[in-house]
Every structure is written in structure tokens, then in C-alpha cells.
């Protein structure tokens, strides 16, 4: 039980990452503030982990983090039912549809700019001043993505905001360490989740990546156009690497490190 007494606080836990991630630290022993729009989820969740008789506790916290005012209200709601933070996970996020510069218009530069990178600033921000004032060890992982390593073609917003995930995870990890407080992140690549669906509802449908960002998908500006899809990962493939990071003991001396969970497909 990694996670026994630890609380943790874990955006987007109503579906892929963040729902494996929230649903593991709860089955270790955490209690967990799972956050996102969607509560039917997360309360559906909720009762999934209690029914399994996890040790920890899942609490639904409905947030859009689009919203400071709400990204506030998280947090005094996790200080109110557990009295203490030990650990954020930042994982909420969107992709823009594989839209390139010229076709990136405000609104989808605010939806991505203010989900992806603006919150996770603001999380950051609200969970370090927790942190100083606890006094006590503890840690952010922040889901990055591949795209925070590699310029593509295309997605201009999502590489430059998860692009700036990595540059906080370096910047926070540099600054607190002797404070007690580490950040690492994972950046994963393919795995199967409903990010693609959610894009894709919103009308920033990946299925027209062609028309716009020429014959250059992500996949294939990593890879090379033609070649034959990766693998796909699991959702719980990120939550075992977002575990290892958030653990105080297995991770002591560990900050700002990037863990790629993408079956080596970045070294291709
Ligand atoms: N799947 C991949 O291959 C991959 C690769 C690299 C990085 N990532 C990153 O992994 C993270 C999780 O994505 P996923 O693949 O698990 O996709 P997903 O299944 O679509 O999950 C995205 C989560 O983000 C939440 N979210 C989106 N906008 C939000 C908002 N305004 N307020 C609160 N929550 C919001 C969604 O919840 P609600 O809709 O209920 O609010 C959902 O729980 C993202 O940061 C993504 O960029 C994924």
C-alpha cells in the first residue's frame, strides 16, 4: 500500500488516464479527490472502488478547470474532507484537432491554451503553496505527451502547451527539492483512450488532419508516413508510471524526470 494516509488530488479521472491513475492510488490506500465535467463518471467510479473494497476513497469533485474560481473551489474542498495534499496529478487535457498555426483560431487556441496549460499552472501554483505551508513530502506529476518533445506538424496548440508542461515540471522540480516538494512527468504516446472522441466532439474532429495539416498526422511525422501504427498502451500502463513518480519512498531523489511510456516508439 504505496499510498496509505497520502492524499492525492487527480484532474481528468473521468475517463483514460486520470480514471486508471485515480482508480490505482485508491486500491494503494489513497484518498483520492477525482476531478473532471463529467460527475456521473466520477461517481460511477466512486462506487467502483468502494464496491472493490479498495482501501482508499474515491471523492467526485466536479471541475472544469477552464475555471480558476473552480480550480479553488477543488482544492478547499480536498483541505476540508482530508485535511491535508500530498499529491497532484495534472492530467487533464485536450488535443486541437491536429490544427496547424494558420487554422488555429482563438477559440481553439483558449480551449487548449486554458485546459492544457493554464490550469496546470494554476494547480501548481494553489498545490505549492499547500505543500510549503504543510511542510511535509510531497509531489506534482504532470501527464506531458509526446508532443512535448517534438515540434510534429499540425497541433500547434497542443505542442506548445505540453511543451510548456515539460517546462514547469523542470522549473518547479529545480526550484523546491531542498522545500521538500519534487515534480516529475510522464509523456505518453498512443494509448487508447477517448482523447481522440472528446477532440472530436467538439468539431476539432482528427479525421480531417489530412485536409489540414497535410499528409503529416503526428503519428507519421515520429514515425515515417506509411509505416505500420505502434502498439497501442493502456490507460493503466500511464497510472503504473504516474504511481512510481508520486511514491515519496520508491521516488525520493527523484525529480524532474520525464518517463516516456510509449513502448520506445519516441527513439524511432
Ligand atoms: N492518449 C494518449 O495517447 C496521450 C498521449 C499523450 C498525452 N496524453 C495526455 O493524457 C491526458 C489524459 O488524456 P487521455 O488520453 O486519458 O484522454 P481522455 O480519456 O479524453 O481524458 C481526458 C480527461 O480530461 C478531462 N478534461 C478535459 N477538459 C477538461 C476540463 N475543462 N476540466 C476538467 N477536466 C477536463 C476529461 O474529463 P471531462 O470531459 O469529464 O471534464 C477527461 O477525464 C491529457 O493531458 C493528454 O493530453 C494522452
Redesign the pocket.
Known sequence: MRFEGKVAIV?????????ATAKLFAEEGAMVVA????MS??EELRDKVAESGAPGRILPVK????DPAQIEAMFDKCLEEFGHLDILVN?????DGQLPVHLTDDEVYDLVY???QK?VFLCCRRAVKIFLEQGTPANIVN?????SLRGLKGGTM?VMT?HAVLGITRNISASYFERGIRCNCI?????????N??SKELGLGVLEWKLRAGNAAPMHTITKPGEKKPIM?K?KD?ANAIAYLADDVAARYISGAEIKVDAGWLNM
Open positions: 484532474t481528468g479521472a473521468s475517463s483514460g488516464i486520470g480514471r476531478a473532471a465535467r463529467r463518471r466520477l471541475t472544469d478547470v477552464r492530467n487533464a487535457g485536450v488535443l486554458e485546459t492544457n490550469a501527464v506531458a505527451s509526446a508532443a497542443y505540453k509523456e505518453p504516446a498512443n494509448i487508447q483512450t477517448d482523447i472522441k472528446a498502451g490507460a500511464c
